[in-house]
């Protein structure tokens, strides 16, 4: 069987660490397994300059380093995988579909682990000028404006990470809260405050990204009125959602669109799971994604394998 009449045992959307496990759990457990990832293995995490709470790597390791150790992984198993975008699906039913620009995917069983996007703010100038000095990746974009002016919005532990990443390049980097104190992580705020090339803006709020062909400024609103900001860039690291509008409603989701799972990883459907940042979870992590994918694969295999055993007796 090759194409779109072959049929898997498992479908993993997402090839990122939640996706990576679960493929890997899954052809362990005997299944015949394909990968649909519309970028890179490793998703968002080869976008992340250093990672150093994932065990294993005593001195930290890059987000690329680790989605090269995770395709080679993938590699090892010869597990398919298939650089494609999902469109839709169909997964009521014993067979499940998946619908890509290059056909359809068939299998038995699902992972969806596509995992979050960033979230925009939705403010004049954001979208004619997004790619053109607008970014939510440091690690992708932060060289484009060495010796340059830019600013960071967000104040989670996440955006002052990538802070610390555009410092290195940038000649001043402005980070616009509209608090007047940060939630991160203390000894990420610490780093922040000894850096001598980046400036804390509290009580602010994008209201305007200016410009015509390249950002040349913000309209922020502060306490006291509004206030231009001339800057070459702006990263925007607002938080993220969940990438679930390719299902149409097919599963159960919460009221922030994140899929609903029980502590097996199971959806509102028969052999339909979701792990990592994409499902409901009290914590987005690296380590918590990749488990994820081990759990919802074992719970298909017993699944499918429990569906053999019956059909044999």
């Known amino acids: 069987m090759s194409g779109e009449?072959?049929?898997?045992?498992?479908?993993?959307?997402?090839?990122?660490?939640?996706?990576?496990?679960?493929?890997?759990?899954?052809v362990r457990a005997g299944l015949s397994v394909v990968v649909l990832e519309k970028a890179l293995i490793g998703g968002r995490l080869v976008t992340i300059d250093r990672i150093d709470n994932y065990p294993g790597f005593p001195e930290g390791i890059t987000g690329p380093e680790l989605g090269m150790l995770y395709d080679e992984h993938l590699r090892r198993f010869d597990i398919v995988v298939s650089t494609a975008q999902v469109e839709g699906v169909s997964l009521d039913g014993p067979v499940k579909k998946v619908q890509t620009p290059e056909g359809m995917v068939k299998g038995r069983a699902v992972v969806i682990a596509t995992g979050t996007?960033?979230?925009?703010?939705?403010?004049?100038?954001e979208s004619d000028l997004y790619g053109r000095g607008i970014s939510n990746c440091a690690s992708c974009d932060a060289a484009f404006f060495r010796g340059k002016d830019v600013a960071v919005v967000g104040g989670t532990s996440a955006a002052l990470e990538e802070t610390l990443f555009i410092a290195r390049f940038a000649?001043?980097?402005?980070?616009?809260?509209?608090?007047?104190?940060?939630?991160?992580?203390?000894?990420?705020?610490?780093?922040?405050?000894?850096?001598?090339?980046?400036?804390?803006?509290?009580?602010?709020?994008v209201k305007k990204i200016e410009g015509e062909k390249q950002v040349t400024g913000l309209l922020l609103q502060q306490k006291d009125g509004p206030?231009?900001?001339?800057?070459d860039g702006v990263f925007v690291f607002t938080g993220r959602i969940p990438s679930t509008t390719?299902?149409?409603?097919?599963v159960a989701l919460d009221e922030?669109?994140?899929?609903?799972?029980?502590?097996?990883?199971?959806?509102?459907?028969?052999?339909?799971?979701?792990?990592?940042?994409?499902?409901?979870?009290?914590?987005?992590?690296?380590?918590?994604?990749?488990?994820?994918g081990a759990i919802a694969a074992t719970a298909a295999a017993r699944s499918l394998n429990?569906?053999?055993?019956?059909?044999?007796?």
């Open 5 to 26: 009449d072959r049929l898997y045992d498992l479908i993993v959307m997402g090839g990122g660490p939640a996706g990576v496990a679960a493929a890997i759990y899954g």
């Open 117 to 125: 996007m960033p979230k925009l703010l939705h403010v004049e100038g």
């Open 246 to 250: 390719f299902l149409g409603g097919a």
């Open 256 to 292: 922030r669109g994140y899929i609903i799972t029980d502590d097996n990883m199971k959806t509102s459907l028969p052999r339909v799971y979701a792990a990592g940042d994409v499902r409901r979870t009290a914590l987005r992590q690296i380590i918590t994604a990749a488990a994820d």
């Open 306 to 313: 429990a569906e053999k055993t019956e059909k044999i007796d």
């Open 171 to 205: 000649k001043k980097v402005y980070v616009i809260h509209q608090r007047g104190a940060f939630r991160a992580v203390q000894s990420l705020q610490e780093r922040i405050f000894e850096l001598p090339n980046v400036e804390v803006l509290w009580h602010s709020t």
């Open 227 to 231: 206030v231009r900001l001339p800057v």
